[in-house]
């Protein structure tokens, strides 16, 4: 049950990278050797920011803790995935404009910069990881590699499709981060 409860939240959270990437995708010209670059670059970002939230969320349970705050742990990793899921559904369905121009290929620094804006989600995913007791390694490493294969998949797509298929990605996972946090009040 944890290994599926990882795999939806990292799957999750990682189309709320594929969103953001996807925009980007759409304004280049031609894909070239950079996307490998930007992909691992946000595997590594958000393997070291899913670490970080996992240690803090092993922190917070580093004392002796009684079934009463058992109880409030859940209470709190469901409230996180549930605020999570809530601001990815508001970036989905707010109305936004959007000034179009074509680059000749990826800008690696601005790219760069948006993963590291990105990695807030991947903290809260390894905080709510940390809270309820997952394994680490197999946390961390989902979140590298699930972030840095939809940011490759978001480029290519945006490139090939357009900017259509970015926000009801984003739906989607906002929605299913909601239900896993309801849901992981009944466990």
């Given at each position: 049950?944890?290994?599926?409860?990882?795999i939806?939240?990292?799957l999750?959270m990682?189309?709320?990278?594929?969103?953001?990437?996807?925009k980007?995708g759409?304004?280049?010209?031609?894909?070239?050797r950079?996307i490998l670059?930007?992909?691992?670059?946000?595997?590594?970002?958000?393997?070291?920011v899913?670490?970080g939230?996992?240690?803090?969320?092993?922190?917070?349970?580093?004392?002796?803790l009684?079934e009463?705050?058992?109880?409030?742990?859940?209470?709190?990793?469901?409230?996180?995935?549930l605020?999570s899921?809530?601001?990815?559904?508001?970036r989905?369905?707010?109305?936004?404009?959007?000034?179009?121009?074509?680059m000749?290929?990826?800008?690696?620094?601005?790219?760069?910069?948006?993963e590291?804006?990105?990695?807030l989600?991947s903290?809260?995913?390894?905080?709510?990881c940390?809270?309820?007791?997952f394994?680490?390694?197999?946390v961390?490493?989902a979140?590298?590699?699930?972030?840095?294969?939809?940011?490759?998949a978001?480029?290519?797509?945006?490139?090939?499709?357009?900017?259509?298929?970015?926000?009801?990605?984003l739906?989607?996972?906002?929605g299913?981060?909601?239900?896993?946090?309801?849901?992981?009040?009944?466990?």
């Amino acid at each position: 049950m944890q290994t599926v409860l990882v795999i939806l939240i990292v799957l999750s959270m990682a189309l709320g990278h594929y969103e953001a990437i996807v925009k980007r995708g759409a304004m280049i010209v031609k894909l070239d050797r950079k996307i490998l670059i930007i992909a691992a670059l946000c595997g590594l970002f958000n393997l070291c920011v899913a670490a970080g939230g996992y240690a803090l969320g092993r922190f917070a349970l580093s004392r002796d803790l009684g079934e009463r705050e058992f109880f409030w742990i859940n209470i709190v990793a469901g409230i996180l995935l549930l605020a999570s899921g809530l601001s990815m559904l508001i970036r989905a369905y707010r109305s936004r404009r959007l000034l179009e121009h074509r680059m000749d290929s990826i800008d690696l620094v601005h790219d760069t910069i948006l993963e590291l804006r990105l990695c807030l989600y991947s903290f809260v995913g390894g905080t709510v990881c940390g809270l309820l007791s997952f394994r680490m390694l197999f946390v961390v490493i989902a979140f590298a590699l699930g972030t840095a294969v939809f940011s490759a998949a978001g480029y290519i797509s945006g490139r090939s499709f357009g900017m259509e298929n970015g926000r009801p990605a984003l739906a989607i996972g906002g929605g299913t981060l909601c239900a896993i946090g309801i849901a992981i009040q009944f466990l």
